[in-house]
């Protein structure tokens, strides 16, 4: 299925020969966003002129005038300077959007290769922080977004688990470990004795020693101190579950830090034997200068401490290169928050001065998520883990759902409450531009007005409601012809889901579908408000019925691709 903007450009390119231009010139049409301006619009008309000596407008009148005759064309406009403005086809208009919505993937050419995605990627023995909760919905909606479009996906959970951090625990664990308090709240316990180490360890610098003495037997083998690590990762996943299951959030892989472990040192062997890696001062780095990219210019990368042992890059190092000879993705992204855009930077850098070329190596980082002061604090004055920050939008979810549907059984208004609240957390994060810094609005988000979950999920519900009040069992989608303007503007409207699902997918940004979603649904309330449709009959009736079918579907997959899950009523 060509897409619209591909298949206007073609029509065009074709218009420019028939008017003895040049063809090549013809830029790509792009869909407009004031209706006023058509549907889809044409700048081409600029570039032309200047090569044809001729006025942009008359050049667009040109173009317009030698337009083949196509269905997909039903007006055209020159306006302003030069611009030459389009509007589709009402029948062809109908056909498409039916066509498209059963078409795989809404018509989005497939892809191919894999596409390996690190998100999420807590550290053991430490609660997930606010960080951690944006990678893994930013993570989870690219993973869902390159899925959707045909890549095979590796969605990698990245583990912080290897370290000097278990030697100073290991040593705490055996000094002031609660065992009660470890199977109140193992996580919890954990930190508090990491925390008792490093305070003790400022009056006795011999616990140092010790922590080196533990981590140096962990990593050569020490039964017990594996034994001893192995149970602070499980402990650790079981709380970081709880929040992938709330979040419905799953991973092909979860290859922590310490799986690459054996490849380190024969790995900055390697480095340093093909010169991509030098002795500095007994350790190991990677140079770079100017030309390896941006801010590098005289920074390094260590790879290899004065005291032998590997690094957070070197980790990175090995990683790249394992998932090269096991997957041999395209394409490897990165989810983490913007301080380690540095780390990145020269980890790709060394990537390519290795030669490992194949893979486009991108960070995707975003910026800070802070919650509105004090009003999460907790009773006992506790940290705010991520459970209660769930449990808070489950909470408010759950008054505005006995609120708005009072009629529906208990147990499934708290369902819906979940789904909702954490809906909302997600769109909340999702729908800004990742790399600005966002705080929490529990009111703007758990509400049914503006850019936020509960108004697309009830925008969906709507629909579905509609389907069943009506008893329509039939939900295919056959051609229609709108007629009335606001059938027509919901049409255009869900006809741009698969661009906008290339635009996020180029740019890593899930807040253009979010913001293209809140459009949709904005023309299907003003749809709906004017234009009755189990009341109608005939061919209205028909044409609205399937707008309605086309609005469930693609809410419901956009809906999808950002993790918020599609009810059919709340
Ligand atoms: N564990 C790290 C952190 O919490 C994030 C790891 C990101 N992935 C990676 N391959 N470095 O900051």
Not at 99 to 113: I, L, N, Y
Not at 222 to 238: G, H, K, R, T, Y
Not at 399 to 421: C, F, N, Q, T, Y
Not at 522 to 528: D, G, H, I, P, Q
Request: glycine share 8%; charged share 25%.
């Amino acid at each position: 299925m060509t897409p619209i903007p591909d298949l206007l450009t073609g029509l065009l390119q074709q218009a420019a020969s028939a008017a003895g231009l040049d063809p090549a010139a013809i830029a790509p049409v792009v869909p407009t966003r004031d209706p006023s301006h058509g549907e889809y619009q044409s700048n081409s008309a600029f570039k032309l002129a200047k090569a044809a000596r001729k006025a942009p407008r008359d050049v667009a009148a040109l173009l317009a005038e030698h337009l083949p005759d196509h269905p997909a064309i039903g007006r055209t406009e020159v306006a302003g300077p030069g611009f030459l403005n389009l509007w589709l086809g009402d029948a062809w208009l109908g056909e498409r959007l039916a066509a498209q919505c059963d078409a795989p993937r809404f018509g989005v050419p497939a892809r191919e290769g894999c596409v390996v995605i690190d998100y999420s990627s807590p550290n053991v023995a430490k609660r997930m922080h606010v960080g951690h909760m944006r990678s893994t919905i930013i993570g989870e909606a690219l993973a869902r977004l390159h899925r959707f479009v045909g890549y095979e996906v590796i969605a990698d959970n990245h583990l912080g688990d290897w370290g000097t951090q278990f030697g100073k625990l290991i040593v705490a664990w055996h000094r002031w470990l609660d065992p009660d308090a470890f199977r109140a709240d193992a996580i919890g316990e954990l930190q508090r004795i990491y925390v008792r180490f490093h305070e003790a360890a400022k009056d006795d610098p011999a616990l140092d020693d010790l922590a080196r003495a533990e981590t140096a037997k962990l990593q050569s083998g020490d039964p017990e101190n594996l034994a001893l690590w192995s149970q602070f990762i499980d402990v650790s996943m079981i709380e970081f579950n709880t929040i992938y299951e709330r979040l419905d959030v799953s991973f092909d892989v979860v290859y922590g830090e310490s799986h690459y472990n054996e490849r380190l040192q024969s790995l900055v062997d390697e480095l340093l034997a093909a010169g991509v890696a030098a002795d500095s001062e007994g350790a190991v780095v990677v140079p770079f200068e100017k030309a390896d990219g941006k801010g590098l210019a005289d920074t390094a990368l260590v790879i290899r401490k004065s005291d032998g042992a590997a690094l957070y890059g070197t980790t990175d190092l090995a990683t790249i290169e394992e998932r090269i000879q096991t997957w041999d993705p395209v394409r490897i992204l990165y989810v983490t928050a913007h301080p380690q855009q540095l780390h990145f930077r020269q980890v790709f850098a060394a990537a390519r001065k290795a030669g490992w070329t194949k893979p486009e190596l991108e960070h995707v980082w975003f910026g800070m998520l802070t919650l509105p002061e004090g009003k999460l604090a907790s009773r006992e004055g506790r940290v705010i883990t991520l459970k209660d920050l769930l449990d808070e939008a489950h909470r408010r979810a759950r008054v505005l759902v006995d609120e708005k549907s009072p009629h529906l059984p208990e147990d499934e208004r708290d369902e819906i409450a979940e789904a909702v609240g954490v809906g909302a957390v997600r769109y909340a994060d999702l729908s800004q531009n990742p790399q600005s810094n966002i705080v929490f609005d529990w009111d703007k988000m758990i509400s049914l007005d503006g850019n936020t979950a509960p108004f697309l999920m009830y925008s969906y519900a709507r629909c579905r409601n509609i389907q069943s009040k009506g008893e329509i069992q039939d939900r295919s989608l056959v051609a229609f012809t709108p007629s009335h303007p606001l059938e027509r503007e919901l049409a255009v409207a869900l006809l741009g889901f698969p661009e906008v699902v290339e635009l996020a997918l180029g740019t890593y940004r899930a807040n253009l579908l979010c913001d293209y979603l809140f459009g949709v649904a904005k023309a299907l309330n003003r749809f709906y408000g004017d234009c009755p449709v189990l009341r109608s009959e005939g061919e209205t009736l028909a044409t609205r019925l399937a707008l309605v079918e086309a609005s469930a579907r693609v809410l419901g997959a956009g809906m999808q691709l950002l993790g918020i899950r599609p009810l059919d009523r709340m």
